[in-house]
């Protein structure tokens, strides 16, 4: 069974780092991208970016690049995502999901999703 | 990026009624976009692949079309557990976005 199992909720203040996990399980986890997305309270997704586990090249969206960095670390099944200085903004759910592909190979789609980390940024 | 617009950002509608949403995108996609749903305090759900594959497990009351720049999601009759939220997103480009969504609620 594929499962992603993300860190558990955290409060932070503003300016501080953080880094929150994803671990994947019951698959390859170097065969599939991990995507990030952002929901904010009361408000949609937003792609963030990806990951190849396998050698860590990653995709950011202008959106986010250059705030948050995505990192995986394949010898133990886990992708990061991190911030070096928190702002309020960044109050949200982030989940993580592997990128699967249909049998042509050509589409990717969120078929398995994290249970999401809720990140609150406060003073 | 490419930008997806879905409309209508909500919707009121009452069990067993039809139910069309669209998804436009700023460049052509092609047949890369998926559909999304969303319950409250859940993870998305996958319900359709490639513009119109229907995920397994998914109902068949659900079904998507379009290619190019324009999408629907379709609901033949609603059911009261798809009062919820939904987004298109797209595949084609490297960086990848969301519609910023659709709900659907009891009339």
């Known amino acids: 069974e594929v499962q992603l199992v993300q860190s558990g909720a955290e409060v932070k203040k503003p300016g501080d780092s953080l880094r929150i996990s994803c671990k994947g399980s019951?698959?390859?986890?170097?065969?599939?991208?991990i995507t990030w997305v952002r929901q904010r309270p009361g408000k949609g997704l937003e792609w963030m970016g990806r990951?190849?586990?396998?050698?860590?090249?990653?995709y950011y969206s202008p959106s986010f690049e250059g705030h948050v960095t995505i990192s995986a670390d394949k010898s133990v099944r886990t992708a990061y995502l991190q911030w070096s200085s928190l702002k309020a903004s960044d109050t949200a759910i982030y989940y993580c999901?592997?990128?699967?592909?249909?049998?042509?190979?050509?589409?990717?789609?969120?078929?398995?999703w994290g249970q999401g980390t809720l990140v609150t940024v406060s003073s | 990026d490419i930008q997806l617009t879905q409309s209508p950002s909500s919707l009121s509608a009452s069990v067993g009624d039809r139910v069309t949403i669209t998804c436009r995108a700023s460049?052509?996609?092609?047949?890369?976009l998926n559909w999304y749903q969303q319950r409250p305090g859940k993870a998305p759900k996958l319900l359709i692949y490639?513009?119109?594959n229907l995920q397994s497990g998914v109902p068949s009351r659900f079904s998507g079309s379009g290619s190019g720049t324009d999408f629907t999601l379709t609901i033949s009759s609603l059911q009261p557990e798809d009062f919820a939220n939904y987004y298109c997103?797209?595949?084609?480009?490297?960086?990848?976005?969301f519609g910023q969504g659709t709900k659907v609620e009891v009339k």
């Open positions: 999901a592997p990128g699967i592909y249909d049998t042509t190979g050509f589409y990717e789609y969120l078929h398995h």
């Open positions: 019951g698959y390859s986890f170097t065969n599939y991208w």
């Open positions: 990951i190849d586990p396998s050698d860590s090249r990653t």
């Open positions: 460049e052509s996609v092609s047949t890369y």
């Open positions: 490639a513009a119109s």
């Open positions: 997103q797209q595949v084609f480009r490297t960086v990848r976005t």
